[in-house]
């Protein structure tokens, strides 16, 4: 039987959906203002300011530069609104580019992209690096200029693009 995220498009039931950021990518585009969907109890900082459960920062105000790491699933695209409304900040999603996630909230929305090379390997709540890959690519996606030039110049690896414009 497979287990964790990297054998479904989702993780699997039952078990955790909280995948940490690697501390890596947090270390290439930081110093961050503040992070709306931290885990709870997680064992390094992403942001100055971080909300975790029970606190919801869909609700809560936003403020400075923001980063985030959604839950994976039916709730990243809502998120993502957020993110493409307030309009500073990074978010690292699945590279899904064909879903109505991706076109409702980032092709025509954000002011770059950085494909990942290879897939990353998330970690987990007592900091210890995942057995599996995330299961999918993933992308680092920035809302506003400062955050593209930072995603642009970073040291991490991958394939960047400037702004897509959306065709209708």
């Not at 959906?17 to 064992?43: K, N, R, S, V, Y």
């Not at 990074?90 to 090379?117: D, I, S, Y």
Request: charged share 20%; glycine share 12%; hydrophobic share 35%.
């Amino acid at each position: 039987m497979k287990t964790g995220i990297g054998s479904h498009t989702r993780a699997v039931r039952g078990r955790t959906d909280c995948w940490l950021t690697p501390p890596e990518i947090i270390e290439a585009l930081g110093p961050f203002d503040l992070d709306p969907c931290a885990a709870p109890g997680q064992p390094w900082t992403t942001a100055e300011h971080q909300y975790a459960p029970p606190q919801d920062g869909l609700q809560l105000p936003w403020f400075g530069r923001v980063w985030l790491n959604p839950p994976y699933g039916q709730q990243t695209g809502l998120w993502l609104d957020r993110l493409s409304r307030y309009g500073n900040g990074v978010a690292l999603v699945f590279a899904r580019t064909e879903t109505a996630m991706f076109f409702e909230h980032v092709w025509g929305k954000v002011a770059g992209a950085l494909f990942l090379e290879g897939r990353l390997y998330f970690y987990q709540l007592d900091g210890t690096r995942a057995k599996g890959n995330s299961g999918g690519p993933s992308v680092l996606l920035a809302y506003g200029e400062e955050n593209a030039r930072l995603l642009q110049d970073c040291s991490l690896k991958g394939a960047y693009c400037t702004a897509i414009t959306r065709q209708q």
